[in-house]
C-alpha cells in the first residue's frame, strides 16, 4: 500500500510544465464587468462629448430674444413745431387775407423711452473665418485619443492581472494537492513506524516524531487552503463577480511559448504600447493648443442674421416685422503681448512631452529587455528545479527501501522526505513563475492587438 500512495504521488508531481492558457470567456467577463474599466470608460465618454461641443462650434447658432420693456420718465426730445411752423402760417393767412392755416400750432415733446415696446427675434450667427474653432476642435480629438489610449493601457493591463490572478490560483490548487498527497504519505509513514515499533525494529520516538510531521504537514495545508481562497476571491474580484464564484480548471493544457527575437517584442512594444501612443498625441496636442493661441492674431468674422417683430403691442403681422444682416469682423490689435506668452507656454508644453517620449521610448526598451531576461532565467531555474525534482525522487526511493529493511535511520528518511516534498512546491513555483513571466512579456511587448481582442470579446 506505501508503494503504491509513493509511486502515484511521484507520478502527480510529475506532470507536464506546459502553459495552462486562461478561458477567454473570463477574459470578456472581465472586460464587461470590471468596476475600475466602467470608470476609463466614463472618462472616455466626457471625453468624446467635448469633442461633440467643440464640432459643433462650426455650425450655425440660432437664438431666439424676446424683450417686453415697461418705462416712464428719461429723457425728452423737445421739437419746436409751433415755433418752426406758426410764423409761416401767420405769413400766408396775412397774404390771403383769411385764416386758412393755423397759427397755434404747440411744441411738441417725444420721451426718449417708449412707455410700451416688444422686441422678438431669431438671430443666426455663423463663423465664416475663426481659425480658433478648427484648432480647438483639433486639440480637443487628440485629447480624446488621449482618453482612448488610456483605457486601452488599463485594459492591457487588466489581461494581465487576469490572467496573473488565474495563474495565482491554479498554483495554490496545486500546492494544496501536494500538501495533501504528502499528508497521505505521512499517514501511512506513521501507520509503517508503527508496525515497526510493535515489532521491536523501531523505539516509539519516531511515532512521535511522525505526529509531528503530520502536526507540521496540516499547517502548510491550512496556509495553501487560505492562499488558495484569496486567490479565488481576487480573481472574481477582478471580474466584478461573487467572490465565491466558481472558476473553472482547464482540461488541456498548451505547449510553452518560446521567446522570440528580443528586437521582435522591442519593436512591437514601441509600436502597440499605448504610453508612446499618448505622448506622441500629446505632442500634436500642445501644437494644437500653440495654434489656438496664435490664432488670436488674426481677425474674426461671423455672418448675423436677426428676423423678428417690433412695437408697442404684441403683433406678429407684415407692418411690425422686420430683418437685418451683418458681417462683424473682430480684430484684436494689441493684447499686451499675452498671446505671445501663451503660444511659448504651450511650444514649452510641447518640447516637455517630446523629451518625456524619448524617455518613455528608452524605459520601455530598458522594460521589454529586463522582462526578456527574467523569463530566460525563470526557464533556467524551472530546468534546474526539474533536475533536483528528480535526483531528490530517486534519493527518496532509496532511502525509504533502506529505511523499511532497517538499514538506515528515521532522520535520514525524513531528510529525504523534506527534500522531496520541498522539491515539488519549489518545481511549482518555478513552474508558474514561468507562465507569470510570459504574461509579463506579453504585457510590457503589447503583442496582444487591442482593438480587435476588444471586438472579438464583445461579439
Known amino acids: 500500500?506505501?508503494?503504491?500512495?509513493?509511486?502515484?504521488?511521484?507520478?502527480?508531481?510529475?506532470?507536464?510544465?506546459?502553459?495552462?492558457?486562461?478561458?477567454?470567456?473570463?477574459?470578456?467577463?472581465?472586460?464587461?464587468?470590471?468596476?475600475?474599466?466602467?470608470?476609463?470608460?466614463?472618462?472616455?465618454?466626457?471625453?468624446?462629448?467635448?469633442?461633440?461641443?467643440?464640432?459643433?462650434?462650426?455650425?450655425?447658432?440660432?437664438?431666439?430674444?424676446?424683450?417686453?420693456?415697461?418705462?416712464g420718465g428719461g429723457r425728452e426730445i423737445d421739437i419746436p413745431i409751433g415755433e418752426l411752423v406758426n410764423p409761416m402760417q401767420s405769413a400766408l393767412n396775412l397774404l390771403l387775407q383769411s385764416k386758412v392755416f393755423p397759427a397755434d400750432l404747440p411744441n411738441e415733446k417725444i420721451m426718449f423711452l417708449r412707455e410700451r415696446e416688444h422686441d422678438t427675434k431669431l438671430r443666426l450667427t455663423q463663423p465664416l473665418f475663426q481659425p480658433k474653432i478648427y484648432y480647438n476642435y483639433s486639440l480637443n480629438k487628440k485629447?480624446?485619443?488621449?482618453?482612448?489610449?488610456?483605457?486601452?493601457?488599463?485594459?492591457?493591463?487588466?489581461?494581465?492581472?487576469?490572467?496573473?490572478?488565474?495563474?495565482?490560483?491554479?498554483?495554490?490548487?496545486?500546492?494544496?494537492?501536494?500538501y495533501q498527497n504528502y499528508m497521505k504519505l505521512l499517514v501511512e509513514n506513521k501507520r509503517v513506524n508503527e508496525s515497526l515499533v510493535k515489532n521491536g525494529k523501531a523505539t516509539p520516538d519516531v511515532v512521535y516524531r511522525a505526529d509531528a510531521e503530520i502536526a507540521d504537514m496540516e499547517k502548510k495545508i491550512s496556509n495553501a487552503e487560505t492562499t488558495k481562497k484569496s486567490a479565488h476571491y481576487y480573481f472574481n474580484f477582478l471580474l466584478n463577480k461573487d467572490l465565491n464564484s466558481e472558476i473553472k480548471i482547464p482540461l488541456e493544457e498548451m505547449n510553452s511559448e518560446k521567446i522570440e527575437n528580443i528586437d521582435f517584442y522591442i519593436q512591437s512594444a514601441l509600436k502597440n504600447r499605448e504610453e508612446v501612443?499618448?505622448?506622441?498625441?500629446?505632442?500634436?496636442?500642445?501644437?494644437?493648443?500653440?495654434?489656438?493661441?496664435?490664432?488670436?492674431?488674426?481677425?474674426?468674422?461671423?455672418?448675423?442674421?436677426?428676423?423678428?417683430?417690433?412695437?408697442?403691442?404684441?403683433?406678429?403681422?407684415?407692418?411690425?416685422?422686420?430683418?437685418?444682416?451683418?458681417?462683424?469682423?473682430?480684430?484684436?490689435?494689441?493684447?499686451?503681448?499675452?498671446?505671445?506668452?501663451?503660444?511659448?507656454?504651450?511650444?514649452?508644453?510641447?518640447?516637455?512631452?517630446?523629451?518625456?517620449?524619448?524617455?518613455?521610448?528608452?524605459?520601455?526598451?530598458?522594460?521589454?529587455?529586463?522582462?526578456?531576461?527574467?523569463?530566460?532565467?525563470?526557464?533556467?531555474?524551472?530546468?534546474?528545479?526539474?533536475?533536483?525534482?528528480?535526483?531528490?525522487?530517486?534519493?527518496?526511493?532509496?532511502?525509504?527501501?533502506?529505511?523499511?529493511e532497517g538499514m538506515t535511520g528515521y532522520i535520514e528518511y525524513l531528510d529525504a522526505f523534506n527534500q522531496v516534498s520541498v522539491s515539488d512546491i519549489e518545481l511549482l513555483i518555478e513552474k508558474y513563475n514561468v507562465k507569470k513571466s510570459f504574461i509579463k512579456l506579453e504585457k510590457v511587448s503589447a503583442r496582444v492587438e487591442l482593438e480587435k481582442f476588444i471586438k472579438n470579446n464583445e461579439d
Do not use: H
Not at 470578456?28 to 475600475?36: F, K, P, V
Not at 461641443?53 to 415697461?70: H, T
Not at 485619443?145 to 496573473?164: G, P, S
Open 1 to 71: 500500500m506505501f508503494n503504491k500512495i509513493a509511486i502515484f504521488a511521484l507520478l502527480l508531481f510529475g506532470i507536464s510544465f506546459a502553459q495552462v492558457e486562461i478561458p477567454a470567456e473570463y477574459l470578456g467577463e472581465a472586460l464587461q464587468n470590471n468596476l475600475a474599466l466602467k470608470q476609463k470608460e466614463f472618462s472616455l465618454g466626457k471625453s468624446i462629448a467635448a469633442l461633440d461641443e467643440a464640432r459643433g462650434m462650426f455650425l450655425p447658432r440660432i437664438d431666439l430674444f424676446s424683450r417686453y420693456s415697461r418705462a
Open 143 to 178: 485629447l480624446s485619443q488621449i482618453e482612448k489610449a488610456a483605457k486601452n493601457k488599463y485594459v492591457r493591463e487588466l489581461i494581465a492581472d487576469v490572467k496573473t490572478a488565474y495563474i495565482n490560483f491554479l498554483q495554490a490548487g496545486e500546492a494544496v494537492d501536494i
Open 277 to 404: 501612443f499618448q505622448l506622441n498625441t500629446a505632442v500634436q496636442a500642445m501644437e494644437s493648443k500653440a495654434d489656438i493661441y496664435r490664432s488670436d492674431y488674426l481677425p474674426n468674422l461671423n455672418l448675423a442674421v436677426d428676423y423678428g417683430f417690433q412695437g408697442e403691442e404684441y403683433k406678429f403681422n407684415s407692418e411690425s416685422d422686420y430683418w437685418m444682416a451683418s458681417l462683424v469682423l473682430n480684430w484684436n490689435i494689441f493684447n499686451g503681448f499675452s498671446d505671445e506668452a501663451k503660444v511659448s507656454q504651450a511650444i514649452f508644453s510641447k518640447k516637455e512631452s517630446e523629451a518625456r517620449l524619448m524617455e518613455v521610448e528608452k524605459l520601455i526598451t530598458l522594460e521589454v529587455r529586463k522582462t526578456i531576461d527574467e523569463t530566460e532565467s525563470a526557464q533556467k531555474t524551472l530546468s534546474s528545479a526539474r533536475k533536483n525534482k528528480l535526483a531528490s525522487e530517486q534519493s527518496f526511493k532509496m532511502i525509504d527501501k533502506k529505511y523499511r
